[in-house]
Antibody, heavy 121, light 110 residues
Framework: EVQLVQSGAEVKKPGESLKISCKASGYTFARFWIGWVRQMPGKGLEWMGI????????TYSPSFQGQVTISANKSINTAYVQWSSLRASDTAMYYC??????????????WGQGTLVTVSS | QSVLTQPPSASGTPGQRVTISCSGS????????VYWYQQLPGTAPKLLIY???QRPSGVPDRFSGSKSGTSASLAISGLRSEDEADYYC???????????FGGGTKLTVL
């Protein structure tokens, strides 16, 4: 059974750094893209970017390029997203999601439970 | 503003059939598969329809998906109270080289 288990809720101050995690199990981690989706309070889903753990190749949405860094450690089946300097506007629920390559495109098939990040002074 | 356009809300009474539309362009819906996700209140999204019209195991056959040109639809027949949720369409975009989501449709069961 595929499972994505995310780290717990975080409360941070503006300007602080943060790294949240997503531990995968039930499949070969290195062979599937894994990425992150943001959901701001009361809003819809926004795709942030993905990484291929097998070779660490990553791609980002233009909206998130330069704002976050997505990484993965295939030795412990864990993906991460990190911020170097948080802003209040980063307050949101963040979901990790497994992406599968199908017929030349990528589909999201499994989701983590979400990590709530609150940034407030 | 989302590139995939969904109506913000939809509603129906128990037993009715409702449809939710998703409009895109030639670089996403017109070329690639469409996916539908159900997000129940306070929970993570769940895959409901994949590759435009396929149901994962465990998803009732009351849910169906279709695609024509640059538009797609999710149909829910025999509406039940537990179907009250937010529904999102998604598709890979060849220009963006990323996944696009619709803005979401909040389904209310009256």
């Amino acid at each position: 059974e595929v499972q994505l288990v995310q780290s717990g809720a975080e409360v941070k101050k503006p300007g602080e750094s943060l790294k949240i995690s997503c531990k995968a199990s039930g499949y070969t981690f290195a062979r599937f893209w894994i990425g992150w989706v943001r959901q701001m309070p009361g809003k819809g889903l926004e795709w942030m970017g993905i990484i291929y753990p097998g070779d660490s190749h990553s791609t980002y949405s233009p909206s998130f390029q330069g704002q976050v860094t997505i990484s993965a450690n295939k030795s412990i089946n864990t993906a991460y997203v990190q911020w170097s300097s948080l802003r209040a506007s980063d307050t949101a629920m963040y979901y990790c999601a497994r992406h599968s390559l199908v017929a030349g495109t990528i589909e999201i098939d499994y989701w983590g439970q979400g990590t709530l990040v609150t940034v407030s002074s | 503003q989302s590139v995939l356009t969904q109506p913000p809300s939809a509603s129906g009474t128990p037993g009715q059939r409702v449809t939710i539309s998703c409009s895109g362009s030639s670089s996403n819906v017109g070329t690639n598969y469409v996916y539908w996700y159900q997000q129940l209140p306070g929970t993570a999204p769940k895959l409901l329809i994949y590759r435009s019209n396929q149901r994962p195991s465990g998803v009732p056959d009351r849910f169906s998906g279709s695609k024509s040109g640059t538009s797609a639809s999710l149909a829910i027949s025999g509406l039940r109270s537990e179907d009250e949720a937010d529904y999102y369409c998604a598709s890979w975009d060849d220009s963006l080289r990323g996944v696009l989501f619709g803005g979401g449709t909040k389904l209310t069961v009256l």
